[in-house]
């Protein structure tokens, strides 16, 4: 394995690692919500709704982060290496999971496997297994 030591960043892969957390924990003691954005943004989805705002405010920052972080700093280009189409189906695979799971890696593997949840461990382990399971089929046995 070659790690690609130009875009290695453990500094800053640790300090957003405790920027998210911090926020999943402010959620929780704050608000009492947990911080999956499945569920976040499923909620904005269900009308009517009586908390739409801070659902609508944490999506708008999730956005707006990286938009405000590019205009500060050096921007960021994304550059994504499968057809539109493949993206939408995995994205919309990826919804039926969270709705199976109760939720998504966020919510399950963030805040579920902090407060002790064996729902979440069993997700976020089954998460991972699959991840590591599709890496490993795409890349040696379909050769991509």
């Known amino acids: 394995m070659m790690i690609d030591l130009a875009h290695f960043t453990p500094g800053l892969s640790l ?12 959620l929780i003691l704050f608000d009492g919500r947990i911080a999956g954005i499945s569920g976040i943004f499923g909620g904005l989805l269900t009308w009517p709704r009586h908390d739409i705002i801070w659902r609508l405010a944490f999506v708008v920052g999730l956005v707006a ?10 921007p ?10 493949k993206v939408l189906v995995a994205g919309f695979l990826v919804g039926i999971g969270t709705r199976y799971a109760s ?11 902090s407060r002790g949840s064996v729902r979440s461990v069993a997700a976020t382990v089954t998460f991972m297994a699959v991840g590591f399971l599709t890496v490993f089929v795409q890349r040696h046995l379909l050769g991509g």
Not at 15 to 26: E, K, M, T, Y
Not at 65 to 74: E, N, Q, R
């Open 103 to 113: 939720g998504c890696t966020s919510g399950h593997g963030v805040c579920g496997l």
């Open 76 to 85: 960021v280009q994304i550059e994504i290496g499968s057809a539109w189409a």
């Open 65 to 74: 982060a990286p938009v405000i972080a590019s205009l500060v700093g050096k």
């Open 15 to 26: 300090a957003g690692g405790l920027l998210i957390g911090l926020a999943a924990a402010v």
